[in-house]
T-cell receptor, first 113, second 110 residues
Framework: EPEVTQTPSHQVTQMGQEVILRCVPI?????FYWYRQILGQKVEFLVS????????KSEIFDDQFSVERPDGSNFTLKIRSTKLEDSAMYFC???????????FGDGTRLSIL | RKEVEQDPGPFNVPEGATVAFNCTYS??????FFWYRQDCRKEPKLLMS???SGNEDGRFTAQLNRASQYISLLIRDSKLSDSATYLC???????????FGSGTQLTVLP
């Protein structure tokens, strides 16, 4: 069964540094999403991406965050200047049609020191 | 008011028991409804979509009441492998972004 893959599985970064999280969505999917889950808290929506542009974003997704689809397969989340509170699991998800269930990657654990 | 509200549990049940989870959501414009399960420190995995007519997948039955903005999940003949956190999830907005409940923790005991 096709999978959403994410790299790296764990990223440790100093506060203030830039970090890029990478995702390869399922190949025929058209809608891409990033979510995050702070330890012990619920999963929260960050941003959705369709047709090479952001379609929706949450209040969490401020100017420090950006997303890109640099080629036909990768979907990236960049955090420009990381803060301690950015420490979380970051999940990428994708779906072929927006009204279909989203499939999640196994996440990147981001630890900010 | 929480957008998607669930009883956090924990629910500790013996193998073979029937267990029911409930969820309410606040956004009446929500378009799609799901139950996901999440094992400790893992990604959410789709358990089933939820439809107004009710739907069943093996031992799992889900119901949606749009008028009451209420979603339920029934697990029959529970197995040890059913131990997980069950997430009530609602899709809304132009991109059908997902809003998650905090989850209900289930432990099935031998």
């Amino acid at each position: 069964e096709p999978e959403v893959t994410q790299t790296p599985s764990h990223q440790v970064t100093q506060m203030g540094q830039e970090v890029i999280l990478r995702c390869v969505p399922i190949s025929n999917h058209l809608y891409f999403y990033w979510y995050r889950q702070i330890l012990g808290q619920k999963v929260e929506f960050l941003v959705s991406f369709y047709n090479n542009e952001i379609s929706e974003k949450s209040e969490i997704f401020d100017d420090q965050f950006s997303v890109e689809r640099p080629d036909g397969s990768n979907f990236t989340l960049k955090i420009r200047s990381t803060k301690l509170e950015d420490s979380a699991m970051y999940f990428c998800a994708s779906t072929e049609f927006s009204n279909q269930p989203q499939h999640f990657g196994d996440g990147t654990r981001l630890s900010i020191l | 008011r929480k957008e998607v509200e669930q009883d956090p549990g924990p629910f500790n049940v013996p193998e073979g028991a029937t267990v029911a989870f409930n969820c309410t959501y606040s956004n009446s414009a929500s378009q799609s409804f799901f139950w996901y399960r999440q094992d400790c420190r893992k990604e959410p995995k789709l358990l089933m979509s939820v439809y107004s007519s009710g739907n069943e997948d093996g031992r799992f039955t889900a119901q949606l009441n749009r008028a009451s903005q209420y979603i339920s999940l029934l697990i029959r003949d529970s197995k040890l492998s059913d131990s997980a956190t069950y997430l009530c999830v609602v899709a809304s907005g132009s991109a059908r972004q997902l809003t998650f409940g905090s989850g209900t923790q289930l432990t099935v005991l031998p």
